[in-house]
């Protein structure tokens, strides 16, 4: 009987959590924010408890199953609208390289070591240091990286990578690393005929000259 209940016990949380992890949206275990993975664990240790003592009604794990995930659902659609709480949750970029050079003071915050980063970039086919321009380290601890242009190359070699605009805020962090101010970049959506900066879901620069902008909803 033990077995069967068990068994049981089993199909049922699985398609539960299933249901769950499936509810709370599409994102790659490597791309899970400090937030998901938390709440997955405890989800897991839920389940698995659940499971173990069959004494113990079910309605005791499922609970706050239910609690854990409606949080962690009620965040990230508040996160969507809200960029401080977006990166409080899931955390910012770090730029380990910029331009061709190291941030040490940067590395020490993040708790990242040479071996770290050569290893990282070995895993994105980098040899050699010395061919890096930009070197980011995501909310999910993968290393973004951008090679530097070949001497002699005509192509525009662009500034740090970062949105100047995101979901109708401008980013004010990321204009002051290419040296500019707000007053800059609404001249120059003005220019491009954006006046109303909330319309636009992302702006960032494409080439010297140039902005990628992409507006909110547009089909």
Same mark, same amino acid.
């Given at each position: 009987?033990?077995?069967?209940?068990?068994?049981?016990?089993?199909?049922?949380?699985?398609?539960?959590?299933?249901?769950?992890?499936?509810?709370?949206?599409?994102?790659?275990?490597?791309?899970?924010?400090?937030?998901?993975?938390?709440?997955?664990?405890?989800?897991?240790?839920?389940?698995?408890?659940?499971?173990?003592?069959?004494?113990?009604?079910?309605?005791?794990?499922?609970?706050?199953?239910?609690?854990?995930?409606?949080?962690?659902?009620?965040?990230?659609?508040?996160?969507?609208?809200?960029? =401080?709480?977006?990166?409080?949750? =899931?955390? +910012?970029?770090?730029?380990?390289?910029?331009?061709?050079?190291?941030?040490?003071?940067?590395?020490?915050?993040?708790?990242?070591?040479?071996?770290?980063?050569?290893?990282?970039?070995?895993?994105?086919?980098?040899?050699?240091?010395?061919?890096?321009?930009?070197?980011?380290?995501?909310?999910?601890? +993968?290393?973004?990286?951008?090679?530097?242009?070949?001497?002699?190359?005509?192509?525009?070699?662009?500034?740090?990578?970062?949105?100047?605009?995101?979901?109708?805020?401008?980013?004010?962090?990321?204009?002051?690393?290419?040296?500019?101010?707000?007053?800059?970049?609404?001249?120059?959506?003005? +220019?491009?005929?954006?006046?109303?900066?909330?319309?636009?879901?992302?702006?960032?620069? +494409?080439?010297? =000259?140039?902005?990628?902008?992409?507006?909110?909803?547009?089909?």
């Amino acid at each position: 009987m033990d077995y069967m209940t068990i068994m049981l016990r089993t199909i049922f949380i699985y398609f539960i959590i299933l249901f769950v992890l499936r509810f709370m949206g599409k994102r790659e275990i490597g791309q899970l924010s400090v937030l998901d993975f938390v709440v997955s664990i405890m989800i897991a240790e839920l389940a698995v408890v659940s499971i173990e003592n069959i004494e113990v009604p079910m309605m005791y794990s499922i609970i706050p199953i239910v609690i854990l995930s409606t949080i962690q659902i009620v965040l990230a659609l508040i996160s969507l609208k809200n960029n =401080d709480l977006r990166k409080l949750i =899931d955390g +910012k970029p770090s730029v380990l390289i910029n331009e061709g050079k190291i941030d040490e003071g940067e590395m020490r915050k993040q708790r990242y070591n040479f071996d770290d980063l050569l290893v990282q970039l070995r895993q994105n086919k980098i040899s050699k240091l010395s061919d890096v321009e930009f070197a980011i380290l995501e909310p999910s601890g +993968k290393l973004s990286v951008i090679e530097k242009r070949e001497e002699g190359s005509d192509e525009f070699t662009p500034r740090l990578p970062l949105p100047l605009i995101l979901d109708g805020q401008i980013q004010n962090e990321h204009l002051e690393q290419i040296n500019q101010t707000q007053l800059w970049l609404r001249q120059q959506m003005r +220019k491009l005929g954006y006046r109303d900066i909330k319309k636009i879901s992302y702006c960032a620069l +494409k080439d010297r =000259d140039t902005f990628f902008v992409d507006l909110k909803d547009e089909r």
